[in-house]
């Protein structure tokens, strides 16, 4: 039940709710919950109605890309 | 689709269970490892992992079904509510077939004239109170705390806005304290917990030092194959080195410090009590009940709730299998007279209920 999904946010109201684009399906969102700014192309993970988290993009593409090169690179 | 795809590549997956076994072969003894949250358990089945661990790799499913755990005598409770006159009960729709005592459910009740509403959020009934003014509209707050920062912002919402009309019967639960009460349960012994993503992103990893603290492993983890591999091969590391940390695997839905703001939202509306769960009991400051200034948007203050005596579904070994004791296909009704048409227990019933996710992926 703890599902969240991540989407990019395409719009926010004056109400503080943001439409978010999952793959093509849209969404509508409360943003009182995130903990940090966010603003128009922000990827968020939403839970339940809200969204509760922004995703760093660049920090989750460097992860992917040392794991990357672990795998390949036989370091452990 | 972003942040999906790429935690699914194969490639990267192969090379994930490769040092997964390698490692494993490192390690003479038995290693049990128990994922703590039912999206775990729904996708470890769907993606087949438990099959692909070497023999001396050990997965099993905890108490992280927010549905499975509600007490059976909370779905009495909520089975009273939605029957009251003039009531609109909303609730998640994974909570509608779960039996109570009787056998009752919230979908049979609806079947025979209460007004029951599947919602996707809590804040869905600001807009069924505002359409509704001459009726109550009664929310089932059940969830982690995840979901419970939801909870309280409608709550919050609707005290704003002066709705008299909602509320909400509180039932939500905190994962750490039951993680607590999992490590000190001697009948278990577990060497390394995937921690779950989603409720991490608002709690952080402080919350699971008791784990380490306890000599055992601690990975927060996502929900896509890499993910749960990566998960694993963490824990199998730790255990290697004997380097006992709170690693985060899920980076790019958690924070180490969670999302304060969420937490304070909380815990403004709601204060820590002691709560039962099916399965492990009472555990001491592991639910959470509505303060005195938001009490007018208690269900449980608001209506009067006759005392129930609720008795335990016979057979069922749900208990059991949310603390990891015994596997589905220990019970004796598993797939005979309990199956997901046909549900004896909660567990049966949610497809992140451990008995489901057995059901269709073994
Ligand atoms: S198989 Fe059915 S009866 Fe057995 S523990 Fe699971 S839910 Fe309960």
């Known amino acids: ?76 | 689709m972003k942040f999906i795809d790429e935690y699914r590549d194969p490639s990267l997956a192969k090379g994930l269970l490769d040092r997964i076994v390698k490692l494993s072969k490192q390690i003479n003894e038995t290693v049990t490892i128990m994922e703590v949250c039912g999206s775990h358990t729904y996708a470890i089945g769907r993606f087949g992992v438990r099959k692909m661990m070497p023999e001396n790799i050990r997965l099993v499913s905890g108490p992280g079904c927010p549905v499975c755990v509600t007490s059976i005598h909370d779905v009495d409770v909520a089975l009273h509510l939605a029957a009251q006159k003039n009531v609109i009960f909303a609730t998640f729709g994974d909570m509608l077939r779960v039996p109570g005592t009787h056998g009752n459910s919230l979908q049979k009740i609806r079947a025979a004239g209460a007004d029951i509403r599947v919602v996707a959020s809590a804040a869905d009934c600001i807009t069924l109170a505002e359409a509704n003014k001459n009726r109550e509209v009664i929310f089932m707050g059940i969830g982690f705390e995840t979901t419970t920062p939801t909870i309280a912002a409608t709550i919050m919402a609707c005290c704003k806005k002066g709705i008299p009309n909602f509320s909400v019967f509180s039932a939500p639960k905190l994962i750490p304290p039951a993680v607590k009460a999992l490590i000190e349960d001697p009948s278990l012994n577990i060497d390394g917990f995937l921690c779950p993503g989603h409720v991490s992103t608002i709690i952080g990893a402080n919350a699971y030092e008791i784990i380490v603290q306890a000599g055992r492993a601690a990975v927060i983890t996502g929900f896509e194959p890499v993910d749960i591999l990566e998960g694993i091969f963490m824990i199998l590391t730790q255990i290697v080195e004997d380097k006992k940390t709170v690693a985060i695997q899920y980076s790019r839905g958690v924070k180490p410090e969670g999302n304060p703001r969420a937490r304070e939202v909380m815990m403004s509306v709601f204060y820590p009590g002691p709560s039962e769960w099916r399965g492990l009991g009472i555990i001491p400051e592991s639910g959470l009940a509505i303060k005195e200034t938001y009490q007018a948007f208690d269900a449980l203050k608001k209506f009067t709730v006759p005392e129930t005596h609720s008795v335990e579904i016979k057979g069922c070994c749900c208990g059991n299998i949310l603390r990891g004791v015994i596997t589905p296909n220990e019970c004796p009704l598993f797939r005979r007279t309990c199956t997901p048409l046909n549900p004896v227990g909660p567990c049966m019933v949610s497809s992140e209920g451990t008995c489901a996710a057995y059901y269709k992926y073994h």
């Open chain 1, 1 to 76: 039940m703890c599902i969240g999904f991540p989407g990019k946010i395409v719009s926010i109201d004056q109400d503080n709710y943001a439409i978010i684009d999952i793959s093509g399906t849209r969404r509508e969102v409360c943003l009182d919950l995130i903990d940090e700014p966010v603003t128009i192309g922000d990827y968020v993970i939403s839970h339940a109605g809200y969204a509760i988290h922004r995703i760093d993009e660049e920090l989750a593409k460097d992860k992917l890309d040392l794991l990357k090169e672990l795998l390949e690179n036989e370091i452990h």
